[in-house]
């Protein structure tokens, strides 16, 4: 299990550089995702701010998981995986 500070560095690796959202064929805010994905895994342990959270990211769905954000990241992030996880994770 990642610790919260672990994830807090992914959003601080990020340089919001725009690469990932200018390719997204489905047109995912992916910056805005990175920024959700670290505040979901930092509140790992309030169930009621992750739920809130994962409501803001109701955009994962439309990911068609073609991986071209994560491909084009000069800071090589997964973002493609930190997206399926948030979807996986919404009702």
Do not use: F, W
């Amino acid at each position: 299990m990642s610790r919260p500070s672990d994830n807090i560095d992914i959003i601080k690796n990020c340089s919001r550089c725009s690469r990932c959202r200018d390719v997204c064929p489905a047109g995912i805010d992916v910056p805005g995702m990175i920024e959700i994905y670290s505040l979901y895994k930092a509140n790992e342990s309030n169930e009621t701010e992750r739920m809130k959270i994962l409501s803001a990211a109701s955009v994962t769905e439309d990911c068609i998981e073609c991986s071209t954000c994560t491909s084009c990241c000069p800071e090589k992030i997964a973002v493609m995986n930190m997206i399926r996880e948030l979807a996986m994770h919404q009702i």
